[in-house]
């Protein structure tokens, strides 16, 4: 079963962390991919831009039409994502729970239901 | 060209399938260090698919391979730099006696290395997603991309989950011996529900094309098979083998072209495959009598009682509850349970499923599973209470884990409500 696990952040929060606990936080953070890729559970770690930088787009009488946006309501907004392949919702959940950032916030679990086949 | 004529890439496929299992046990019998040799087993089958189709298939196919994976393993070692390997280079390098492999028509396989093999793959200390992934490839033969694409991961993650687990078994010190009395009866068990998994997660996913793709409901049975062989005698492995195959013979019908679900009540039975009812009942009626019933032969004679029916209404739902009974006495799980409920529904009115479904709902965890709330949806709605019925088809496709049956319990809770 697959699990994307999402943390949440501003620019406020990021920037609330002293400069010096950064290269720890990495490194805490990259030791975590890398114990997680090997166990083949892992199957990608993406950290996400800014908010500012998130676009819309739509089409409009057949032509793409493109936005700034989303001008999020909420005070936080997606910072990165994780997917997994796991054996059960429980190792899910330890892998979450393993992560360096769930002492700080909660680590967003949801279940993937489906995907596009992979072409190989 | 004097050589046989061009094969087709499927019969080739199926050959080195077969002779997977018997080139790495020859491998290691003979050097050891099983995660070298699995390395070298599978470039010996990736070589031979893509010449032999060209090329035909050589007289001795498996002494072809085991030539072929041999000398792979001694350019590795060679190729290795560390001191480890040089000291393990000493133990390899030695030069085998005579030809490789025994001629074409010996015995093909020492029964015993096989089942060590299968053991070792299915191995306690690894997770169950490694016990598949690495049975898939060391004794099924499936390459990491293959094994990747059956399960929706990309081929680096796969290869990761492969190389952990051959670690791990290379750790544990691989050898042929094998367990014996509890320990064999305890090994067998995690066999057969590896297995299991890999027939189940075929049968939930979509079709692909089977060249890249592989049918993994039909890559268990084809194991499930081979392991029968090797084990005539064991009970509980050809009642998993029957399980498969009457569980199996009923995909025709399973789904619609869109994807849809179809329960079994709605199941247009003329699309069964007859075939497969009869190997599977053939089996189970023969393996039932001899006296030491588990839980996959009672799961395969409750499969076949279905299948035998022509309609849901000559279901004899009275023997289903029976065999469901002495199931839940074998190995009670919350699960079969809940299939019982189901059959005292049939049996005894809704009211009664119902009641058994409630003291299901003491565990939290089974209360709010969407199966539990799906069967209780059903009931409900048997019992003419469609208000609570559709409440609930609403609430356990909210929670479905798989997106056709999300689909199919939301269609239902509309159904209702409209």
């Not at chain 1, 805490?28 to 930088?53: H, M, S």
């Not at chain 2, 050589?58 to 391979?65: S, Y």
């Not at chain 2, 994976?69 to 085998?96: F, N, T, Y």
């Amino acid at each position: 079963m697959k699990y994307l696990l999402l943390i949440y952040g501003n620019q406020e929060k990021w920037a609330s962390i002293p400069a010096a606990e950064w290269p720890e936080a990495i490194a805490r953070q990259d030791a975590f991919n890398r114990k997680y890729q090997a166990t083949g559970e892992l199957i990608g770690a993406y950290g996400l831009a800014d908010e500012v930088q998130a676009r819309l787009v739509r089409r409009e009488d057949g032509q793409p039409v493109v936005t700034d946006g989303p001008y999020l309501e909420t005070k936080e907004y997606i910072a990165s994502f994780y997917l997994l392949d796991c054996e059960s919702e429980e190792r899910a959940l330890q892998i979450a729970a393993d992560m360096p950032f769930a002492d700080v916030d909660p680590v967003e679990i949801w279940p993937i239901l489906h995907e596009a086949k992979p072409d190989l | 060209m004097t050589g046989p004529a061009a094969v087709g890439r499927g019969e080739v496929e199926g050959l080195l399938r077969e002779l997977a299992p018997q080139v790495l046990t020859a491998l290691v019998r003979r050097y050891g260090q099983f995660h070298l040799c699995e390395d070298a087993s599978q470039e010996a089958l990736l070589a031979a698919a893509t010449q032999w189709p060209a090329e035909g298939i050589p007289g001795n196919p498996r002494g072809w391979l085991i030539t072929v994976a041999s000398r792979r393993l001694m350019d590795q070692v060679r190729s290795e730099q560390s001191r480890r390997a040089r000291e393990e280079l000493a133990a390899v390098a030695s030069p085998p006696s005579g030809r490789f492999g025994p001629p074409a028509d010996a015995e093909p396989a020492d029964r015993d290395d096989s089942l060590a093999l299968l053991f070792g793959c299915c191995h306690p200390d690894l997770s169950s997603p490694s016990q598949i992934a690495l049975t898939l490839r060391a004794v099924g033969g499936l390459s990491t991309a293959q094994i990747a694409a059956a399960f929706g991961v990309p081929e680096a993650t796969m290869a990761q989950r492969i190389s952990r687990a051959k670690q791990t078994i290379s750790g544990t010190g691989f050898d042929f011996s094998l367990p014996s009395g509890a320990e064999r009866t305890e090994r067998l068990r995690a066999v057969l529900h590896v297995l299991y998994l890999v027939f189940n997660e075929g049968y939930a996913a979509s079709e692909g094309d089977a060249l890249t793709v592989p049918a993994l409901s039909e890559e268990a049975i084809r194991l499930t098979r081979w392991l029968h062989r090797l084990l005539p005698d064991d009970g509980e492995v050809a009642g998993l083998l029957a399980l498969m195959l009457l569980t199996d013979a009923r995909r025709p019908a399973r789904t619609l072209p869109d994807g849809s679900l179809v329960p079994l009540a709605e199941q247009d039975r003329q699309k069964w495959d007859q075939a497969k009812i009869a190997e599977g009942t053939a089996l189970i009626s023969a393996v039932l009598p001899r006296g030491e019933v588990g839980p996959y032969q009672l799961q395969a004679a409750i499969a076949a009682v279905h299948d035998e029916a022509t309609t849901m209404a000559d279901t004899d739902w009275t023997q289903i509850l029976g065999l469901y009974d002495l199931l839940e006495l074998a190995a009670p799980n919350p699960f079969t349970a809940l299939n019982r409920a189901v059959a005292v529904a049939m049996v005894r009115g809704p009211q009664a499923g119902l009641e058994v479904i409630a003291a299901l709902e003491a565990d939290k965890r089974m209360a709010r599973h969407h199966r539990l709330i799906a069967a209780r949806a059903h009931l409900r709605e048997l019992a003419g209470d469609t208000g609570t019925a559709a409440a609930d088809y609403l609430d356990a496709a909210r929670r479905a884990t798989s997106l056709p049956e999300r689909r199919y319990l939301a269609l239902q809770a509309s159904r209702l409500a409209g």
